[in-house]
């Protein structure tokens, strides 16, 4: 069994940054691809970031990007999401996600049942 350990969250203002990361329990971070979905109250969870297991490959929600950066840093088996230029509207709980699945596919990044493995979640609030 794999555990996702997030942390990072927090409380900023608006056009603050905030550095979110996940760290895999077990087996490192390269043996998954890693996603980020966030939740807002009363809305869905929606997708905001994916990385392939080697951090090759990427795709971003079309809210954050340019704003947002998912990386892994696999000498620390850590993904992490790096979030710049804070909105309100980016305020929800983010969750991070792995995929241990052996082919990254774009199409399916953003897809949550493509994952097999969550995180409980990080708090970001922003405030206007």
């Known amino acids: 069994q794999v555990q996702l350990v997030e942390s990072g969250g927090g409380e900023v203002q608006a056009g603050d940054s905030l550095r979110l990361s996940c760290t895999p329990s077990?087996?490192?971070?390269?043996?998954?691809?890693m996603g980020w979905f966030r939740q807002a109250p009363g809305k869905e969870r929606e997708f905001v970031a994916g990385?392939?297991?080697?951090?090759?490959?990427?795709r971003y929600a079309d809210s954050v990007k340019g704003r947002f950066t998912i990386f892994l840093d696999t000498s620390k088996n850590t993904v992490y999401l790096q979030m710049n230029t804070l909105k309100p509207e980016d305020t929800a709980v983010y969750y991070c996600?792995?995929?241990?699945?052996?082919?990254?596919?774009?199409?399916?990044?953003?897809?949550?049942?493509?994952?097999?493995?969550w995180g409980q979640g990080t708090q970001v609030t922003v405030a206007s």
């Open positions: 996600a792995a995929d241990s699945r052996s082919h990254w596919k774009y199409s399916n990044a953003a897809v949550p049942n493509t994952y097999d493995y």
């Open positions: 990385i392939d297991r080697r951090g090759f490959l990427s």
């Open positions: 077990g087996r490192s971070s390269s043996t998954y691809a």
